[in-house]
């Protein structure tokens, strides 16, 4: 089979197409027929070697769609043919987290893409239990539901979005970002995004904000956010936090721009604000997403389509300055 690989941890990351031996299932696990496969940073800092969880000649990618090829020994309620989205964290099941539901914090944790071969592929092996049935037709959107959505549905709960809320979302038009504009206006908040698309007022966003146009924007409105949602990092972070209401939370899931800052203790305690951290999601909470792609309730903004053999291009244009929206592999 044909698979995108890196051979050496570059930045930025270089992807080589190459041919592999078909992954034949293991007893518990099916191999998929991949046919959409999402393109995530987390992709692209793995091959670049930013998150040291995998070596070279790993296959990246986290999130895929496509069609049950074949199944191993012990693989009950699946069946080649079946139409599959992947839920990207390896979990096992057994520690105190995963008998709690926490699938995402599971002490044996590993990611799809990282810890075993990932989507950049004709096919991916995996156990069955990561693999959730959908409906034929749906198509490509499905095959977003693993990082993007996901990401974004686990953290509009931890923020504890709820009714009349001010919303501020930074990187609104990202690929978690646009998934959040949707999941808090679904809670009936009041949604803000920082981003220099105006598209984002169609999923979900009342207004959208220029960065450099939000501490005008903000000051002429005396507007205070009950929930900031800011994966971008960096001084951005300690930025975002001033925005608050008091007792307001501010939600991080990733550091895109830079991991630390500097950050002023006195408003924290002073006003009660609330930091939180989220990553990924639950798998319950993956079968809620999986729903909500495959009944229209939430979608992405595709940007671009590319071909496996053009993977490489692919990675890298997740940093293309007028990218707009997700990008997606067709295998
Ligand atoms: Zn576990």
Request: include cysteine; glycine fraction near 10%.
């Amino acid at each position: 089979m044909k698979a995108a690989v890196y051979t050496a941890k570059n930045d930025p990351p270089h992807l080589e197409v190459v041919e592999l031996p078909y992954p034949e299932p293991r007893p518990g696990e099916v191999t998929v027929k991949l046919l959409y496969v999402g393109v995530n940073p987390i992709d692209y800092w793995i091959a670049g070697g930013r998150y040291p969880i995998a070596s070279p000649n790993r296959i990246v990618g986290s999130e895929g769609y496509g069609v049950i090829d074949s199944v191993g020994e012990d693989v009950e309620d699946l069946s080649v043919g079946d139409y599959v989205t992947i839920y990207p964290w390896l979990f096992c099941g057994s520690c105190r987290y995963c008998v709690n539901g926490l699938e995402n914090l599971c002490i044996n944790v590993g990611i799809v893409g990282g810890a075993v071969d990932g989507c950049y592929a004709e096919y991916i092996r995996l156990p069955a239990k990561n693999v959730v049935p959908v409906e034929s037709g749906v198509g490509e959107y499905l095959a977003v539901a693993g990082v993007s959505a996901l990401t974004a549905y686990h953290a509009v709960a931890i923020g504890d979005v709820s009714k009349g809320d001010n919303v501020l979302v930074y990187g609104a038009s990202g690929n978690v970002g646009m998934f959040i504009l949707q999941y808090a206006r679904f809670r009936d908040a009041n949604v803000y995004g920082v981003s220099r698309w105006s598209w984002i007022t169609e999923y979900g966003a009342l207004e959208r904000i220029h960065h450099e146009e939000l501490e005008k924007y903000v000051a002429d409105r005396r507007l205070e956010f009950d929930v900031i949602f800011n994966s971008l990092g960096g001084d951005l972070f300690s930025e975002s936090i001033r925005y608050l209401s008091r007792r307001g939370r501010i939600v991080t899931f990733g550091g895109l721009k830079n991991m630390s800052t500097e950050l002023d203790i006195a408003p924290i305690y002073r006003l009660e604000l609330r930091i939180y951290g989220s990553t990924g999601g639950t798998y319950k909470e993956f079968l809620e997403v999986v729903d909500h792609l495959s009944s229209g309730t939430v979608k992405p903004r595709i940007w671009r389509v590319y071909p496996l053999d053009m993977a490489d291009e692919a990675i890298k244009n997740l940093f293309h300055p007028e990218r707009s929206g997700k990008i997606l592999i067709k295998i």
